[in-house]
C-alpha cells in the first residue's frame, strides 16, 4: 500500500514561509514526478509546481520567484518551500506523485495540508 502523507502546513503571517513536505512510504521504488496543487474555499484546485524525474521544475505565475519545489530521491520526499506568502496563499495543498512499483508507474494524492496566511 502506497502512502502520501504532506506536512508542514500551518498558520503564519503574511510575508512569512513555510516549508511543506511530501513522503512516498509503501512498496516504492521512486517517485517519478511530482506536483504540488491547491485549493481555495469556492475554487478549483490549481496546480501550484511541478518537478520532473530530471529535476525540471515549473510554476503557476502567480507563486513564481516565491515558491521553490525540489526533491530527496534518496528519502522519496518532495518538497515545496513557500517565502514572502501572501492571504491570497491560503488553501489546502495537495501533493500528487507518480511512484514507480515495481515496473509500473502509478499517481498518487496526499490528503492534503492547511495553509492559513493571515493580513
Known amino acids: 500500500q502506497v502512502q502520501l502523507v504532506e506536512s508542514g502546513g500551518g498558520l503564519v503571517q503574511a510575508g512569512g514561509s513555510l516549508r511543506l513536505s511530501c513522503a512516498a512510504s509503501?512498496?516504492?521504488?521512486?517517485?517519478?514526478?511530482a506536483d504540488w496543487y491547491r485549493q481555495a474555499p469556492g475554487k478549483q484546485r490549481e496546480l501550484v509546481a511541478s518537478?520532473?524525474?530530471?529535476?525540471?521544475?515549473n510554476y503557476a505565475d502567480s507563486v513564481k520567484g516565491r515558491f521553490t519545489i525540489s526533491r530527496d530521491n534518496a528519502k522519496n520526499r518532495v518538497y515545496l518551500q513557500m517565502n514572502s506568502l501572501k492571504p491570497d496563499d491560503t488553501a489546502v495543498y495537495y501533493c500528487?506523485?507518480?511512484?514507480?512499483?515495481?515496473?509500473?508507474?502509478?499517481?498518487?494524492w496526499g490528503q492534503g495540508t492547511q495553509v492559513t496566511v493571515s493580513s
Open positions: 509503501g512498496n516504492i521504488f521512486s517517485i517519478e514526478a
Open positions: 518537478i520532473t524525474s530530471g529535476g525540471s521544475t
Open positions: 500528487n506523485a507518480v511512484v514507480k512499483v515495481g515496473s509500473y508507474t502509478y499517481s498518487y
